[in-house]
């Protein structure tokens, strides 16, 4: 079955930086883009961006522009989202998911998503 | 405009059939996706494209819009779909990002 399976929690410290792995299976890696998505806790769905496994293509929200590095390794099949200059307002957690597209709406969805990640920034 | 707009509360009695709606200009240009998070969990999407439900969906879940209007309705609420609910467009401007309705708590009472 397809899955995405990410890294484990991080606990950064103000001003560091944190990446975050995101690891599909079940499908051909470069077959589709990778989507990243952050929730602070008690909050809403917050996208950040997307990345394009076979080009290494990224498109990344404007409020994480300047900040936000999303990359990939194909000969390991693996998408990292790397977020700098961290503050306490970046706890959240981050997950990544598969982007699907039908033409015929069209529409694009998310499925299926990572675990997620749990990133605590504390001094 | 990039937002969806979303009840944040809503409750139905249990059994009966309750709709949970998303407004916002990108509805227009494509269909919206529907995420259920229970808590603690990742979202699982509920309902994509005009109206499909991934394998393991019960069929009480459907998905409508018209306009700049896209509805979620779970007719026959179960327990088990007290969660949160969040829709998901694609903005036509700029770079096209992808947005999110604020999400709306449902309760089954």
């Known amino acids: 079955q397809v899955q995405l399976v990410q890294s484990g929690a991080e606990v950064k410290k103000p001003g560091a930086s944190v990446r975050v792995s995101c690891k599909p299976s079940g499908y051909t890696f470069t077959d589709y883009h990778i989507q990243w998505v952050r929730q602070a806790p008690g909050q809403g769905l917050e996208w950040m961006g997307w990345?394009?496994?076979?080009?290494?293509?990224?498109n990344y929200a404007q409020k994480f522009q300047g900040r936000v590095t999303m990359t990939r390794d194909t000969s390991i099949s693996t998408a990292y989202m790397e977020l700098s200059r961290l503050t306490s307002d970046d706890t959240a957690v981050f997950y990544c998911?598969?982007?699907?597209?039908?033409?015929?709406?069209?529409?694009?969805?998310?499925?299926?998503w990572g675990q997620g990640t749990l990133v605590t920034v504390s001094s | 405009s990039s937002e969806l707009t979303q009840d944040p509360a809503v409750s139905v009695a249990l059994g009966q059939t309750v709709r949970i709606t998303c407004q916002g200009d990108?509805?227009?240009?494509?269909?919206a996706s529907w995420y259920q998070q229970k808590p603690g969990q990742a979202p699982v999407v509920v309902i994509y494209?005009?109206?499909n439900r991934p394998s393991g969906i019960p069929d009480r879940f459907s998905g409508s819009g018209s306009g700049n209007t896209a509805s979620l309705t779970i007719t026959g609420a179960q327990a088990e779909d007290e969660a949160d609910y969040y829709c998901?467009?694609?903005?036509?401007?700029?770079?096209?990002?992808?947005?999110f309705g604020g999400g709306t708590k449902l309760t089954v009472l």
């Open positions: 990345i394009d496994p076979k080009s290494g293509g990224t």
């Open positions: 998901k467009s694609r903005d036509s401007s700029g770079n096209h990002p992808r947005v």
């Open positions: 494209a005009k109206n």
């Open positions: 990108s509805l227009r240009s494509n269909y």
């Open positions: 998911a598969r982007d699907l597209f039908d033409s015929s709406g069209p529409s694009w969805w998310f499925d299926p």
